[in-house]
């Protein structure tokens, strides 16, 4: 094994002990010195509260694939040409993806199965970049959806007492909801417009078959439930800014019969 795919081996290793470490050790220690309301939660939504370390990986990569994306001229002018800094950045993910197994152990508190569908076709598609260095670009690309974690993450204002109709809470799902859009869906016609410009060209051709299929398949299957989800996100952020609306109207009426 060449020293450079050994690195990325001990990325990817670092990165599982590192998530495991947060989620286990870390992110409880944190909870209970800066939420009092930790402690009475019950063993399943300290799970969900603790799986939130995922917060910390999105920032990392996502700032990461920002840097790749506006500085990496290789990867950026040739999509399936060097893949060195995307490596390490998938690596980071890979590591993390599959420390998320644990979601098996915690299938009653935080089991879903189209999160796992999602992360397994994630870890097919990144075998190729790691394993053959191919489609950097592609893969790099990608990881702009993370940037729509934290704001996903922020369901514990519920958990901690905040109705859902709080500004916290409101402010969030307005977040959640236009981050969502422009880091999985706007950036859609982005993505498969730079795979259309590639597809039939001679770099096309060297990605083995299993490669595309990596490529085209998971893609597709991605934002196809990136697709449903954002329908379900923006059905819940219409219906508490109308549930907000309604109970603003009703405060206003009443305020007014009083008067």
Excluded at 14 to 21: G, L, M, V
Excluded at 101 to 119: E, N, P, Q, S
Excluded at 177 to 199: L, T
Aim: hydrophobic share 50%; proline share 4%; glycine share 6%.
């Amino acid at each position: 094994m060449d020293p450079f795919s050994q690195l990325i081996l001990t990325i990817s290793v670092t990165s599982f002990f590192s998530f495991q470490w947060l989620f286990h050790k870390v992110s409880p220690w944190i909870s209970l010195r800066i939420s009092p309301g930790f402690i009475s939660l019950t063993d399943k939504q300290k799970v969900e509260w603790n799986s939130t370390v995922s917060t910390f990986h999105a920032l990392l990569v996502g700032l990461f694939c920002l840097y790749i994306l506006f500085f990496d001229d290789a990867v950026n002018e040739d999509p399936v040409g060097d893949p060195t800094l995307v490596k390490t950045n998938v690596a980071i993910t890979t590591g993390y993806l599959i420390s998320l197994l644990l979601i098996f152990y915690y299938w009653k508190a935080i089991g879903d199965k189209f999160f796992v569908v999602h992360h397994l076709a994630a870890l097919y598609a990144y075998y190729y970049v790691l394993g053959q260095g191919m489609l950097p670009y592609f893969a790099n690309f990608r990881l702009l959806a993370e940037f729509s974690t934290p704001c996903v993450n922020q369901w514990f204002f519920e958990v901690l007492g905040y109705p859902k109709s709080s500004r916290p809470n409101m402010a969030n799902g307005v977040a959640m909801a236009v981050v969502f859009f422009m880091v999985r869906i706007a950036v859609i016609p982005v993505y498969y417009s730079r795979m259309y410009a590639v597809y039939g060209t001679e770099a096309f051709y060297l990605v083995p078959w299993g490669g595309r299929v990596a490529w085209i398949g998971s893609s597709i299957c991605l934002d196809i439930m990136n697709v449903m989800w954002m329908h379900k996100i923006a059905r819940g952020c219409y219906k508490v800014l109308r549930s907000a609306r309604k109970n603003k109207v009703d405060t206003l009426q009443e305020n007014g019969k009083s008067d």
